[in-house]
């Protein structure tokens, strides 16, 4: 089963690539890797939630928005190379957590981003991963997550 065929049985669909905020590009590809620009969690050209995790938002809707960014990266990677089938692996992801100073479940916010690229691809979506908390992401999101990507 292609990734793509994954995403439609989970009953996902790939959104439009975010349009970067800032001077910047979505992804770039560098011999074999692909390294995604910062993916929040835009839905429909809109942030899907704002404010800081301990606070106005919950880990549940964390997690939520880190399948939002990873769900974005996904997307990134695509228009990068044409087709997911070509991701070999996902190296490494990096997800950041705008964070109330008391909130210390980063990882578990991670998760979200970490589960979806597991069950869109498979043995290739595991990955290295950093979760660390900030004081304050762009738009005001909850979440932002990075992708390094090897690709045949």
């Known amino acids: 089963m292609t990734p793509e065929q994954k995403l439609t049985e989970l009953g996902l669909t790939l959104p439009e690539v975010v ?59 695509k228009a990068e190379v044409g087709d997911l089938s070509k991701i070999v692996r996902i190296v490494k992801v990096v997800v950041f957590v705008a964070s109330d100073p008391s909130f210390t479940d980063q990882p578990k916010v991670g998760n979200g981003a970490s589960e979806l690229l597991g069950e869109v691809l498979g043995e290739a979506g595991k990955h290295a991963r950093s979760a660390v908390g900030v004081a304050a992401l762009p738009l005001n999101v909850p979440v932002e997550v990075e992708l390094i990507a090897e690709v045949a």
């Open 19 to 77: 349009k970067p905020v800032a001077a910047y590009v979505p992804a770039v590809r560098t011999g074999n890797l692909v390294y995604t620009s910062g993916q929040v969690p835009i839905v429909e050209g809109k942030p899907a939630a704002t404010g800081k995790l301990g606070a106005e938002v919950s880990l549940e809707q964390g997690y939520e928005m880190a399948r939002i960014c990873a769900l974005n990266g996904l997307a990134a990677l």
